[in-house]
């Protein structure tokens, strides 16, 4: 699958852009605060309705404009689709397909597929569980686009119990009457059911996304072993069942109601849950068994950027894997050359040098490994060239 | 802001449902640059529906007398309840001419958010009309939403021990959407279909 034309209207910095581009490896090289980002953010946007940098949608647009769009022909299996989304921070965005209006823009999710690494997946592994659970969730809308709708359905249902819980504890606290809690078991039995599938999923991605991050880390890490686990709220065996981890949903809910009417949230469920990262230290004693540690707080600042880089390519490796679903995903690579070193740059380059479609930022051209050379734009002063 | 009657017309037509600050102040000077006419036949039939339309004591559908049409209507099936959220609904299930018994109209759905729950709509109303017996299906029929299906799982636990049957409408429904939205053969269909509530 590739990116074929890019077309931008009040994103970020570009008031307006159209470039065409081409498969295999793309470079965009430019100096600092120059768009490069804003370029390939762009293209995740699309595959994604996010922005891996920001939460909301508001700085996504010009500064000063009302509203942003993203166009984007996208090539696979010889067929070429046309994805454009408005970006309306004020109201509700809008998307079209093949030029054709889309009820909502959640149905072109799937079109474009892409796995993006930035700086800023530091965060997997430092960051709060929040981030990980969000890399989690991604990914499996990545791989099966109807996941999208059962995480907007948790959040709903999430978000009507919260405010009935934290309802019913401020009248306890006031000494009012607080609402009817009568329909709390409504609402569990349908945060348990989303909440089962979504844990449900989120189980097998991980058991099928483990021993591919194991390899990746070997691979750039030289050496290192890793595993990653899922420690949940709902204390889940071994590859349950959704219906089992619905009804052990509602027993955890169960045991937690009235500490959860004390507190006024919902306190178990897959949006407590945690991706655990685990690695062995690379600098133990020779000789000792290397053991597992936990890689948040534990692993170097080299160890945990090479870890977060095994995740993407883990999930590109993934996405890739499960074929006929649409075919290759994107890989947008931003500014990861500059912070290894040369062996591992070229290890890197070869490993994804024969994609279908690869994106890759730097500040300068000796960041680009050689293997990695194809079309090449410079980026500067809003404007976007071939080199 | 606008000068003095100007946005107290904006802020009065942004108070309606769906209507936010700009589709409020374009309607706003829609009417003011309409036929005053015109604008006066909207301002009385507003006035007339508001005096003369009122809710039936029985469903608690919009109805000019006492007692809706459908609540009159003694052809209508004793037997079966269809519940639905707003009036509106009532009209699109009529449509499909599937159902043939009466209605209950709710008055909207549980949601916290809206801080609406069972207390602000009409249940204790539809558990009256159950009690005595006459009635022996109720159909669910809310909107096929989150607010939806919480209300309907939230009455049929109510209700299934009174020994009922219960039922709600088959998938199949746009999801996420208003009954109103669905068109009258997939409605009808979902009315075909419906399925027994295990709650
Ligand atoms: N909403 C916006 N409106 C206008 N300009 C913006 C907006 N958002 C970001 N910018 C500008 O875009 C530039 C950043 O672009 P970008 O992040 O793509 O840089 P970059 O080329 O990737 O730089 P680096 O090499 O530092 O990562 C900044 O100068 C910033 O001011
Ligand atoms: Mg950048
Ligand atoms: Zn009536």
């Excluded at chain 2, 529906?49 to 809706?68: L, P, Y």
């Excluded at chain 2, 269809?82 to 018994?101: H, M, P």
């Amino acid at each position: 699958m590739r990116v074929t034309h890019l077309s931008l209207a009040d994103f970020r910095s570009y008031a307006s852009l159209e470039i065409a581009l081409q498969g295999g490896v793309t470079a965009f090289v430019g100096p600092n605060g120059q768009g490069k980002t804003n370029l390939v953010e762009a293209i995740g946007y699309i595959a994604t309705l996010d922005s891996h940098r920001v939460a909301t949608d508001q700085p996504l647009v010009r500064f000063g404009a009302p509203r942003a769009i993203v166009r984007a022909n996208v090539e696979r299996e010889g067929r070429t689709q046309l994805v454009e989304i408005e970006l309306n921070p004020g109201g509700a965005n809008r998307a079209r397909l093949n030029r054709n209006p889309v009820p909502r823009p959640r149905e072109v999710l799937g079109v474009l597929r892409t796995v993006l690494f930035a700086p800023e997946d530091l965060a997997l592994v430092k960051g709060d569980p929040g981030e990980r659970r969000r890399f989690l969730d991604e990914l499996l809308v990545a791989r099966w686009p109807r996941y999208a709708g059962v995480r907007a359905d948790y959040d709903r249902v999430l978000k009507q119990r919260n405010t009935l819980l934290r309802t019913a504890a401020m009248a306890r606290r006031n000494k009012t009457s607080g609402p009817n809690l009568t329909t709390l078991d409504a609402w569990d039995h349908h945060l348990a059911k989303v909440g089962g599938e979504l844990v449900g999923a989120r189980l097998a991605l991980i058991s099928a996304l483990s021993p591919l991050v194991d390899k990746c880390y070997a691979e750039i890490a030289e050496g290192g072993a890793t595993r990653i686990g899922y420690r949940s709220t709902l204390s889940p065996e071994p590859d349950p069942a959704v219906d089992v981890l619905t009804e052990q949903f509602l027993a955890a809910l169960g045991q937690a109601r009235a500490n959860e009417l004390d507190r006024g949230i919902t306190l178990v469920g897959p949006h407590r849950d945690e991706m655990v990262l685990e690695l062995t230290s690379s600098a133990g004693e020779a000789g000792l068994s290397a053991g597992l540690m936990p890689a948040r707080g534990y692993a170097s600042h080299g160890e945990s950027w090479s870890y977060a880089l095994a995740l993407r390519l883990a999930a590109y490796d993934l996405l890739r894997s499960d074929g006929s679903e649409g075919g290759e995903p994107v890989l947008i690579l931003d500014d990861v050359f500059a912070e290894l070193d040369a062996k591992r740059r070229r290890r890197l380059a070869e490993r994804v040098s024969g994609a279908d479609q690869v994106l890759i930022t730097a500040a300068v051209d000796a960041d680009v490994p050689e293997q990695l050379i194809g079309q090449k734009f410079a980026v500067a002063g809003g404007l976007v060239s071939a080199a | 802001m606008y000068e003095g009657v100007v946005q107290d017309l904006i802020d009065e037509l942004g108070h309606l449902p769906n209507i936010g600050p700009k589709s409020a102040q374009r309607i706003a000077f829609h009417l003011l640059q309409a036929d005053p006419a015109e604008v006066r036949r909207l301002a009385e039939v507003l006035i007339r529906a508001k005096e003369q339309v009122r809710f039936c004591a029985i469903c608690f559908n919009v109805a000019e007398q006492q007692e809706c049409r459908i609540c009159r209507d003694p052809r209508r099936e004793p037997a079966s309840l269809c519940v639905v959220e707003e009036s509106k609904d009532v009209v699109a299930v009529e449509k499909t001419r599937e159902f043939r018994g009466r209605y209950h109209v709710l008055g909207g759905a549980i949601s916290p958010i809206d801080g609406v729950g069972p207390d602000d709509l009409r249940v204790k109303e539809l558990l009256k009309r159950l009690a005595d017996g006459a009635i022996t299906e109720v159909i669910l029929a809310t909107d096929p939403n989150l607010e939806g299906e919480a209300t309907a799982t939230y009455l049929a636990r109510l209700i299934k021990p009174m020994g009922l049957r219960v039922t709600r409408l088959a998938s199949g429904l746009p999801v996420g959407g208003d009954l109103e939205y669905a068109d009258e053969v997939t409605l009808g269909r979902a009315f075909e279909g419906r399925r027994q509530l295990d709650v």
